[in-house]
């Protein structure tokens, strides 16, 4: 095949008009959506999989001396890794009913094929997949807030960290042994656990441990990935609603299509 890149070529060869037809039938917009929903959920899905496995690691050596303080957290995390496979396969799958909505209701398609119809079958499905998508989106924004907590966990944890070592050597009365970490205050340990909490010199050497590393940049990455997804739903939600609208407006002017 020759590229599209060199319009006179197909021009020469008759199929330019083929060639334009093809480029105005993309629906660019769904097409961008589904791309960033498909990196979101990568991101996420990966990140947040791999975080939860190193928070379990993380937690449990640091800020649980118990086993039985911390098995409600190692349930949640066991069984929200199982959810996380459920969630990359979904959004494939709907990923790609999204991009194939938005080729059959965009309005290029419509006028490249003249004699396309769309029915009340087409315009139903095309309105489940509005209220759908809305649904969706308010669910990924709690997922997105609820993200956030380990990450603001991390940074204030990083900070911390940070003044303890500003502390041991600026002062020269233990003063960096007042300022702590408690895991309990964000959820991760009930409120009876012991220690629960980290202070001092402790906490500055735990915040140089590969560990916390990893688990940071992996909460960050679960972060940025549940923003992009999010991000991809509000897009298609406007896609989808504009395409629908047409397909409406259309139908009550009594075009055929």
């Given at each position: ?17 083929c060639?334009?037809?093809c ?7 769904s097409l ?16 947040g ?23 409600v957290?190692a ?6 890794q199982y ?16 991009l ?5 209701t ?8 003249g ?15 509005i ?7 308010v669910?990924w ?16 944890m990083?900070?911390?960290c ?21 895991a ?5 340990l009930p ?7 980290v202070?001092?010199?402790t906490l ?6 590969p ?9 960050i990455c ?9 991000l ?14 047409v397909l ?10």
């Open positions: 095949m020759f590229p599209v890149k060199q319009p006179w070529l197909c021009k020469a060869l008759g199929c330019y008009d060639c334009i037809r480029l105005g039938a993309v629906p660019y917009t961008l959506a589904t791309l960033l929903c498909y990196t979101g959920v990568a991101l996420f899905c990966g990140g999989h791999e975080a939860l496995t190193h928070t379990h690691t993380f937690i449990e050596l640091y800020f649980a001396r118990d086993v039985q303080d911390f098995i957290m349930d949640f995390i066991k069984y929200f959810v996380i496979y459920g969630l990359a396969s979904f959004f494939f799958l709907y990923g790609l009913l999204l194939a909505e938005g080729f059959y965009t309005s290029a398609v419509k006028q490249t094929f004699e396309f119809r769309s029915t009340k079958f087409g315009r139903c499905l095309s309105l489940t997949f209220i759908l998508t809305c649904v969706l989106a669910i924004l709690v997922v997105f807030g609820f993200t956030a907590i380990p990450v603001l966990f991390f940074i204030n990083k900070s911390s940070h003044k303890v070592n500003i502390l041991s050597e600026t002062t020269m009365f233990n003063q960096q042994a007042r300022v702590c970490m408690d309990r205050m964000y959820g991760f409120w009876n656990a012991l220690p629960g909490i202070c001092g010199n500055a050497n735990i915040c140089k441990t560990e916390f590393y990893v688990t940071y940049d992996l909460y679960a972060f940025a990935g549940a923003g992009i997804t999010l991809a739903l509000l897009i298609y939600v406007v896609a989808t609603t504009y395409n629908y609208a409406r407006f259309l139908g009550r002017k009594g075009i055929r299509f």
